[in-house]
Nanobody, 114 residues
Framework: QVQLTESGGGLVQTGDSLKLSCAAS????????MGWYRQAPGKEREFVAG???????YYSDSVKGRFTISGDNAQTTVYLQMNNLQVEDTAVYYC????????WGQGTQVTVSS
């Protein structure tokens, strides 16, 4: 069982930055592929960024060049650095850890105002 807790969301203005964190409770995440997803009101959940602990990262086209996913050396926490935030980035952001099954956090709200 993997328990994930996201933090770092908030209300910001267009062009601002936020850094989200996703921490595992009491265990390492090294055996999992990590990802960030988001869900805006009235829309389906969508992929944002992914991380393999080998160092490979990948991004959706909508955030490429603005967002950066990374992990700590202890492999217990994953981050999402979000720069140049836009109104369309407003959503609940979820962290996921995937293996034979996927685990999800409870989400953290990011609101970007113009």
């Amino acid at each position: 069982q993997v328990q994930l807790t996201e933090s770092g969301g908030g209300l910001v203005q267009t062009g601002d930055s936020l850094k989200l964190s996703c921490a595992a409770s009491g265990r390492t995440l090294r055996d999992y592929r990590m990802g960030w997803y988001r869900q805006a009101p009235g829309k389906e959940r969508e992929f944002v960024a992914g991380l393999w602990w080998s160092g490979r990262t990948y991004y959706s086209d909508s955030v490429k060049g603005r967002f950066t996913i990374s992990g700590d050396n202890a492999q217990t926490t994953v981050y999402l650095q979000m720069n140049n935030l836009q109104v369309e980035d407003t959503a609940v952001y979820y962290c996921t850890a995937g293996s034979t099954r996927d685990y999800w956090g409870q989400g953290t709200q990011v609101t970007v105002s113009s």
